[in-house]
């Protein structure tokens, strides 16, 4: 007469989850990942179910992938997130101090001469640019290839409160069809009423 084969020990669902949290996009759920990791490693020590390796690949994971996406969390806010939302209110801000290098790093083209006049011109008529905020009245457009968007904002000088807008390029797609250059500047500025204050100046036409 056959004996009957052993049952086999159920999988520690613990590992199962483990493993799925380690490979998420948030770091608090990678984080999550390695913290059931090893309390899966506890379930299968206590109870003999099966998961061991699984359970050690999910904190292998979550401690390689936690660092990624955290870095790229914070890339996102510092690099695209802020930008948008105040626009080139650190650029201003610093040009106006007189750090014109700093200000023009942060657009895709100008001259010094421009960058000078244009933020000489700001002083005069409006003074010393205290903040940036985006225009609840007004609409963001993004290109059509998704690469640029154009941001209608409202700039607080401390002589008054005048609107705006800015282009923000994250991706500068090639015509041949290749793979998109990372960019991560503004393309223009233009602020007032008219005459409006652009820069850089040969923007004047593709920002108006």
């Known amino acids: 007469m056959n004996q009957p084969s052993p049952r086999r020990a159920p999988l520690s669902l613990w590992s199962l ?3 799925a949290c380690s490979v998420g996009l948030c770091p608090v759920v990678t984080i999550l990942g390695i913290v ?41 806010n510092n690099w695209v997130r802020e930008p948008m939302l105040k626009g080139p209110l650190g650029a201003i801000q610093a040009g106006q101090a007189g750090d014109i290098q700093t200000f023009m790093s942060a657009f895709n083209d100008g001259t010094a001469a421009e960058a000078s006049t244009f933020l000489q011109s700001l002083g005069n008529r409006y003074g010393t640019l205290v903040s940036i905020v985006q225009d ?8 059509a290839d998704g690469g640029a968007i154009s941001v ?43 005459p409006v204050l652009v820069f850089p100046a040969t923007a004047r036409d593709r920002a108006l």
């Open 152 to 194: 209608p904002y409202r700039f607080q000088f401390s002589q008054q409160l005048i609107s705006g807008a800015a282009k923000y390029v994250l991706l500068d797609h090639e015509d041949d069809g290749g793979i998109p250059e990372i960019v991560l500047r503004f393309d223009w500025v233009h602020i007032g009423e008219e």
């Open 36 to 76: 059931l990791g090893f309390v899966a490693l506890r379930d299968i020590r206590e109870t003999g179910r099966r998961g061991r390796r699984i359970a050690i690949a999910a904190i292998i994971m979550g401690a390689i992938v936690t660092p990624l996406t955290t870095a790229g969390l914070i890339g996102w």
């Open 17 to 19: 989850t483990a493993l």
């Open 136 to 143: 609840p009245d007004g609409e963001a457009l993004w290109t």
